[in-house]
């Protein structure tokens, strides 16, 4: 079965970057995009960018740019999501997301089980 | 505009029916989905393309459209159906997506 497994929780100083994992299995990673959404405490989702895991290709939500990064290493079905600049309301829940495949749709079918991005001063 | 707007929260008692609506012009030409997110849980897809339900997910969740509305509709609530719910569509090129606000259902 498909699986989104992600890194543990990191606790960073603001200022700082933060790289977060996401290992998939039960499928060929290069097929599906994988996505970034986050949620602060107590909030809704809010979607940061993209990444087609076969050629590398990124967009990124009009607020993150310049701050964020999407790459991959497809040798180990892996998707990374690095934030720079970390301020305190980048305390969130990270989740990669898997975009459902080939469909004329833009929704998510898996989701990993989320990391907290804790900042502080 | 791509803004999509859910109610904060809907209550309702066990083996009622719950109706969740959004709205946002995105519905009039891109397909709606559901996400629900149990406390302390990642979002887990209950409904896609405006009325579809994946594989393991129970007959009494259904989604509806109707122009720029579209609903979800819980028959018979049981207390593990206590959770967030989000909708979802996307902008007008399927560039992106737009999450609506989420609705925190309370079971009596």
């Known amino acids: 079965q498909v699986q989104l497994v992600q890194s543990g929780a990191e606790v960073k100083k603001l200022g700082a970057s933060v790289k977060v994992s996401c290992t998939t299995s039960g499928y060929t990673f290069t097929s599906c995009d994988i996505n970034w959404v986050r949620q602060a405490p107590g909030q809704g989702l809010e979607w940061m960018g993209w990444m087609n895991p076969n050629s590398g290709i990124t967009a990124y939500a009009h607020k993150f740019r310049g701050r964020v990064t999407m790459t991959r290493d497809t040798s180990i079905s892996t998707a990374y999501m690095e934030l720079s600049g970390l301020k305190s309301e980048d305390r969130a829940v990270y989740y990669c997301?898997?975009?459902?495949?080939?469909?004329?749709?833009?929704?998510?079918?898996?989701w990993g089980q989320g990391t907290l991005v804790s900042v502080s001063s | 505009s791509d803004e999509v707007t859910q109610p904060p929260s809907v209550s309702v008692s066990p083996g009622q029916t719950a109706r969740i609506s959004c709205s946002g012009d995105a519905f009039s030409d891109q397909y709606a989905y559901w996400y629900q997110q149990k406390s302390g849980q990642a979002p887990v897809l209950i409904i896609y393309k405006d009325t579809e339900r994946p594989s393991g997910i129970p007959e009494r969740f259904s989604g509806s459209t109707s122009g720029t509305t579209v609903t979800l509709t819980i028959n018979g609530v049981q207390a593990e159906d206590e959770a967030d719910y989000y909708c979802?569509?996307?902008?007008?090129?399927?560039?992106?997506?737009?999450f609506g606000g989420g609705t925190q259902l309370t079971v009596l």
């Open positions: 979802q569509s996307a902008d007008s090129t399927a560039a992106y997506p737009v």
């Open positions: 997301a898997r975009e459902a495949p080939g469909t004329s749709g833009y929704y998510f079918d898996s």
